[in-house]
Every structure is written in structure tokens, then in C-alpha cells.
């Protein structure tokens, strides 16, 4: 449940607001916390940067702080500027200083002008006290492994990597176990008191708007305007999660071919059954024999769903790109796949990886979910999933258990989400969202009871800045005024 859009941009900077090699000294109280002053220093040209205490344990402060990255984009117009607008692009593990450092593509020209946008690192991503477990030819291998387990041998594999993968996080990884987004939301009430902002302006996107929500349940009255785009369910447990994502990609998958059948230049044939035959026989065959690539890469099985599943983030840019990679396969190429998981996973081409992000998702995913079941219910479950999703189904029915291997997971404090009776706000749902399903906006509006729901109907991930004008401008409006859509709207692009 991540908006995987990586921005490249910031890569090369994101060195300048690093935190310092040392843990920051902890404050005394949590008020001075909420009251300490952020020092704002100029960067990046229109830019400032900073950083914000918060405390590692809130239930023992003595235990030590994180220093969390912050990224500014001023208002222009300062004397009509109506507070903060707080931005998170989704994940667990994606920048939000790098969503920030976006901020003339990400928001209107009319909120730039009545809003700073305001980016954070939260807890264990990117600057502020990252999470690490694996190193980038280790993260190499991670994705280029057989993505399920077929048979006892693969699934003993599977076990024995999990394990090893966490004994590597909890190695290069202090204080693991408070990385969860339950303590994120605690950090967003910091960083609102500290930006002396009343009430807390927010747009969160895709796992975004989990943040958003937890935050909504623990500080209800200092919710100020929020927009919460490509919802996730927050009472749903993993396997329902995870379900809800392989059928989620499957409706998307079918979209793609149904469009790309209708062009006299895709390699798939005949009609949508037959497609996904041969998507079906693709994945088979490269299981045994990976495809090629000008680098001298394999690519992997693993590599190729990875491929398809970033390509359907995005209609618009990925579509023509996974054209391309089908047509390749008849050259026993895989360059086009290769190069749509290296996106997802932001991996650039000397082979480091742009972020912490893959390792920040997997342990931030686990301390979120907090479950146990049994290895015997998801090999049950996985049944399930291959008949109601047969693409997808396989590769995402053994997500989570690798958290089982999580040390300490048990201790992980849990919050169950009741129904929030506040003021209005706006939940935007795409209706073939691969990965956020829009039956979770229609879950996350019954939560927010006095919601206003908006539906886009389009392909892709999100709703909100993707070139429906309905969508956009009821956004715009509602941050501008406060005030929000009498009715659900449904709208086009």
C-alpha cells in the first residue's frame, strides 16, 4: 500500500539535512517537545530545511530522541497564508522531504500561494534515523528471490531468509521495535505544536492516509483540514489487506489488457482469458529460465511481477512501458521489466538504491499489522488468494509472514480505530486503484462520519493531481475555505 514515485531529484542532496552522526540529547518533558523552536536554515533554493526532536519512546523518555528531517516550501503570498500544509506521499518508507521538495507539482499554484508545504522524514525513513537492515546487493538478491514458496523446500527457504533478514535489522537497527506508525502519528502532533499551528493541515496519500487517520484517533481535536487520497482501511488485518491488494491488481491487469488488446501493436492476443494465459505461462517460464538483459541482470520471476505491478501504478506512464517489456519477451529480453522494478524499488543504475525504503516498509508493515498467524493458515490462505486473484494471488497470500520473525513484535503497542465524529473531511478513492482498492475509501468514509467521499473513475494510484479537474478543484476549495462537497462527488478525468 505504497506510492512508489521516487523522487530523483532531492537524491543527490538529501545529504545536507542528514541528522548527526550522534543520537540527539532527549528532552526532559513531552511540552518541550511540543514547544521546542524549529531552526529553519535556507536550502535548495526556495526552500528551508530543519530538523524536530521527538522523543523514541513515549512511554519512557529518558530511552533517547530521533531527529526527524523537515523540508519548507514557504507560502508566496505571506500575509494571506493560512497555515501549514503538512504533505505525505504514502509508503511506509517514502520522503516526504522529497514529496515536499515537489511541491509546485504536487499542489495547485493557489494553495502554493496560502500554504507552506511542509515535508517530513517520518521515524525510520530516509534522513531521520533510518532504518537498515540489508545492504544494496543484499536488496538485490531480496528482489530477485523466488517471490513464493511452491513446495517444502522453498517455503523451509523462505523461513530461513526471513529470519536472517530481521536478525540483520535488529543488528544495524536500534530501538526497532518504536518505528511504528502509531508513534509516526504521535511525531505529526510534535511537529504540529511546533510549527504554532492551531489545528493540523494534512494531505496524505495511499499508507498517507493511515498516518492521517491514526493521528485523527489519538488527537481528534486538533484535526484542522485533511485530505486523505487513495485510502487504506485501518481495521482490516493483514491478510484481508493483502487480499484486497492482489484483487486490487488483478482488476488493474485486466484494464491494461483490455487496452491493449484494442491496439494493433500489443503482443498479447486474443481476448482478456487468453491474455492472462500468457501472462500466467510468462511467469511460469521465467520461474525456471529468467529473461535476459543488456546489463547481464537476470530477470527473475520475482523481477518481472515486480515489473507489471509497478507499471500499474500509473496508466500513463506505465502502460507503454509494459507494452514494451511484453513485446521484448519474444526476444528473450527482460530490459522493460527490469527497468519498471528498478522504479519501483529505487534502484539506480550503479545499483544502490535511492532511499531506505524497502527496509523501512517491511518493518514499519510488520510493528503496523502486529499479527501472528499460524504458518498453517497461510499456506490455507493461499489457496484463497490464487482462486480469487490466480495472477497476483500467489505472490502476495505469504505476505506477513515473515513478520513472525520480528523480535519483540508481541510487545508493539496496538490501537483499534472507532467511528471519528469530526469535522468534515475529504477521502478520495480511484475506483481501479491497484493498490489502495477503493472498497477501502468506501471503508475509511463509514470511519469519518461526517466525510465526504470524492470517486475518481480512472486506472492508476490516487486520485488527487492526476488530471481530473472535478477532483482537483474540490480539493483546492475545501483547503482553501474549509468548507467541503455537500454530496459525494464522482468524477471523470
Known amino acids: 500500500m505504497i506510492q ?9 542532496l538529501l545529504f545536507l539535512t542528514s541528522c548527526a552522526a550522534t543520537e540527539p540529547k532527549p528532552l526532559s518533558s513531552l511540552a518541550q517537545y511540543e514547544n521546542q523552536e524549529l531552526k529553519w536554515r535556507d536550502c535548495y533554493g526556495n526552500y528551508q530545511c530543519s530538523n524536530l526532536l521527538v522523543p523514541i519512546d513515549y512511554s519512557d523518555l529518558s530511552v533517547g530522541a530521533f531527529s526527524l528531517a523537515l523540508l519548507r516550501y514557504q507560502a508566496l503570498d505571506q500575509e494571506r497564508r493560512i497555515g501549514s500544509l503538512v504533505v505525505n506521499p504514502g509508503g511506509p518508507g517514502s520522503s516526504g522531504v522529497d514529496y515536499a521538495y515537489n511541491a509546485e507539482n504536487i499542489v495547485s499554484p493557489e494553495i502554493l500561494e496560502r500554504f507552506d508545504i511542509v515535508g517530513f522524514d517520518p521515524r525510520g525513513v530516509g534522513d531521520s534515523a533510518a532504518i537498515k537492515c540489508l545492504s ?6 531480496s528482489f530477485a528471490a523466488d517471490p513464493k514458496p511452491d513446495n517444502d523446500a522453498e517455503f523451509a527457504l523462505f523461513v ?5 533478514y530481521f536478525s540483520k535489522c535488529a543488528k544495524n537497527t536500534k530501538h526497532l521495535t518504536e518505528y511504528s506508525t502509531l508513534n509516526g502519528a504521535r511525531d505529526l502532533e510534535i511537529l504540529r505544536s511546533a510549527l504554532h499551528d492551531k489545528k493540523l493541515n494534512f494531505l496524505g496519500k ?14 481528534p481535536e486538533n484535526v484542522g483540514r485533511f485530505v486523505l487520497d487513495g485510502a487504506v482501511d485501518p481495521n482490516s488485518n493483514n491478510r484481508e489487506a493483502m487480499l484486497g491488494q492482489a484483487v486490487g491488481f488483478e482488476s488493474a491487469l485486466n484494464a491494461f489488457i483490455n487496452n491493449c488488446l ?17 501472462v500466467i505461462n510468462l511467469l511460469a517460464e521465467t520461474a525456471i529460465k529468467p529473461l535476459e538483459s543488456k546489463s547481464g541482470r537476470e530477470v527473475t520471476e520475482g523481477l518481472v511481477v515486480l515489473g507489471i505491478a509497478s507499471a500499474l501504478y500509473d496508466s500513463e506512464s506505465g502502460w507503454p512501458v509494459l507494452r514494451d517489456a511484453f513485446k521484448e519477451v519474444k526476444l528473450d529480453s527482460g530490459d522493460s521489466f527490469l527497468t519498471l522494478a528498478d522504479q519501483y524499488a529505487g534502484r539506480q543504475e550503479n545499483g544502490s538504491y535511492l532511499s531506505n525504503e524497502n527496509d523501512a516498509l517491511q518493518v514499519i508493515d510488520c510493528l503496523d499489522h502486529n499479527e501472528s498467524e499460524t504458518v ?7 489457496v484463497k488468494f490464487s482462486e480469487i486473484a490466480p495472477i497476483f494471488g500467489p505472490y502476495l497470500a505469504y505476505s506477513g509472514l515473515a513478520c513472525r520473525y520480528f523480535p519483540n513484535l508481541s510487545n508493539v503497542e496496538k490501537i483499534e480505530i472507532n467511528k471519528l465524529k469530526i469535522k468534515p473531511i475529504l477521502i478520495v478513492g480511484t475506483t481501479r486503484d491497484p493498490a489502495t482498492p477503493y472498497k477501502w475509501a468506501q471503508a475509511l468514509a463509514k470511519i469519518f462520519v461526517n466525510s465526504v467521499l470524492i470517486t475518481l473513475d480512472g486506472d492508476g494510484h490516487t486520485g488527487h493531481g492526476r488530471g481530473s479537474t472535478c477532483v482537483d478543484s474540490a480539493v483546492d476549495r475545501y483547503l482553501l475555505t474549509g468548507v467541503s462537497p455537500k454530496l459525494e ?3 471523470a478525468k
Open 206 to 219: 495511499s499508507y498517507g492516509t493511515y498516518l492521517g487517520t491514526l493521528y485523527a484517533e489519538l488527537f
Open 160 to 164: 530461513s531468509d526471513a529470519r536472517d
Open 136 to 141: 544494496d546487493s543484499e536488496t538485490d538478491a
Open 489 to 491: 462527488l464522482f468524477c
Open 376 to 382: 498453517s493458515a497461510f499456506k490455507k490462505g493461499a
Open 262 to 278: 484494442q491496439r494493433s501493436t500489443c503482443s498479447l492476443t486474443g481476448d482478456l482469458p487468453d491474455a492472462r494465459k500468457q
Open 4 to 12: 512508489r514515485k521516487i523522487a530523483v531529484l532531492l537524491a543527490s
